[in-house]
């Protein structure tokens, strides 16, 4: 792959470059004016399909009861529609421990997810707008840690959290997930381009603290950026199982993810009663908040993405 | 162009400031980060010495714990158990990854050009499985596999004939791969789509002038410019690869005799600590897979990095 832009203006055989055709002609690369492509659209709808599938798939069975499930073909919907009794089946059973992990979900999600957005909002603006010894040193800690797999943190800090009696709380879940490592690379470019030093030195000028700077000036400006950040985090913990795996045996305390695989176990144990419509159904309540969540602020995640994507 | 340093810290440093605000600036600096920095050095950094120090130590029911310095590191490099579950990621990340990057890839080139109808829907749609957590999306995938009411139950019985059980034992990790892939290429692809976007019209115009073909654009414009998109992208899904974890052990319900204890590193960690309590030698094999990741994400970005002739 050679890396050489093409700058000079010459076409490849040495003859001026010809000039524009009027339209109409079949110009193989316009790009202000690019000819859709049937066949292109069509390739790409493979992958298009691939990604939905499953999605259609679950969406279908939850519609469908424990029986229908084994007697239907799986991408059609089964004779009676059963979603609604499955839903009320799924936040009823076992004393509505569904909704209990729901709950407990979104405590996790609200305080770690919040959390870390706020500690890496904080922490990306001192590493964009700020000089300050040791600044390069940070960053690389953080980079390198990241390479450590979950797992190699995930038995020592069970220790230290059970000795500090930390297990089997929400905290246990919630004190990892403040950090983002990702969100706070994300927040430092993104700050580094909205924030213009003018703006700092004359609010500095003016004589304002620099919290007051932050909360009032830089905040504003970092909305989209927040936003991104937020909903990766959210994403991360509302998807987290690893981590509450360790940390949590007692039901009561289990996000959304361990519950689901909990029900899903159940089949497999002695004398456990097989709930697969309910696993089903609940799996689909489960990823319908975070669907919703990016369609509604797609807006926010695109143009965040496009400037945390790396730049020369 | 590094990954680590935005252009403002990299390129032109910002003219120093008088002196006197210099010191006060950097106090408020730290002000900022400390609140990251301190959670991070007891969620991070605390566990991972902790991890080096029982890794150098070892437990017995008689005689406590005593220092065995680099005995339990000995143990794992003569474990056959280490080396099948190394073995088993590396095989998967060799295919999985060129695969996974390869269709974000294309896709992404696809959605920019341009020449999709449609485009913000696909863009949209692809990126959706990332959404879903990786239980909901194993169990998916998992129940799909299944003969009993999945579809390729539903297949076999439809034309009569039999598919291989995708829950096999030797199937079962492309089928992982699979479940994995789905999950990642949306998110790849809008990495790939974000960087592709802030390119300069520019050079495409230019390009034009010369007579440069589609393929010729993508080859010499497109992938220079989102090498630093694709080298964090092949970083972080090498990383993944290396974190096996969750589809494997959600699946052990599913296709309990294809899925060992140690089936990956991190399922070998795992069990060992919580089933077997060898919290030493769990930690040590740890540590192993954090060097090794390390290792290879070092070496890929000063490849990826280079600057080719």
Known sequence: MAATTTTTRRSANGRPAPRLRSRGRRRPNSV?????????????????????VPLVWLAINATKTQAGLFDSFGLWFDGDFALWGNISDTLTYDDGVFVRWLLNTLLYVVVGAGGATFLAVLGGYALAKFQFPGKRAVFAVVIGAVAVPGTALAVPTFLMFSEMGLTNTPWAVIIPSLISPFGLYLMWVFAADAIPVELLEAARIDGASELRTFFRVSLPMLAPGIVTVLLFTMVATWNNYFLPLIMIKDPDWYPLTLGLNAWNAQASTAGGEAIFHLVITGSLLTILPLVVAFLLLQRYWQSGLAAGSVKE | MTTLSPPSVAGRPAAPPPKASRSRRSWVGWGFLAPFMIVFVVVFLAPIAYSIYLSLFREQMVGGTSFVGLENYQRAFEDPKFWEALGRVTLFLLIQVP???????????????????????FRIAIFMPYAVPAVVATLMWGFIYGNRF???????????????????????????????????????????????????????????????????????????AIRGALVIATIFSIIGSFQLFNEPSILQNLAPNAITTYFTPNLFTYSLSFSGQQHNYAATVAILMGLLTMVIAYVVQLRGMRKEA
């Open chain 2, 150 to 224: 999945g579809l390729v139950g539903n297949i076999n019985d439809t034309f009569g004939i039999s598919l291989p059980n995708p829950l096999s034992p030797d199937l079962v990790l492309a089928s992982i791969g699979n479940i994995v892939t789905w999950e990642f290429v949306g998110y790849n692809m809008l990495i790939f789509y974000a960087a592709l976007r802030v390119i300069p019209h520019s050079l495409y115009e230019a390009a034009e002038i010369d007579g440069a073909g589609q393929l010729r654009v993508i080859t010499a414009i497109k992938l220079p």
């Open chain 2, 99 to 121: 695969i996974m990057l390869g269709i974000a890839l294309l896709v992404a080139l696809a959605i920019d050009s341009g020449r999709l109808y449609g485009k913000n829907f």
């Open chain 1, 32 to 52: 202000s004016r690019p000819r859709r492509s049937t066949l292109l659209t069509v390739l790409t709808g493979l992958v298009l399909v691939y990604s939905l």
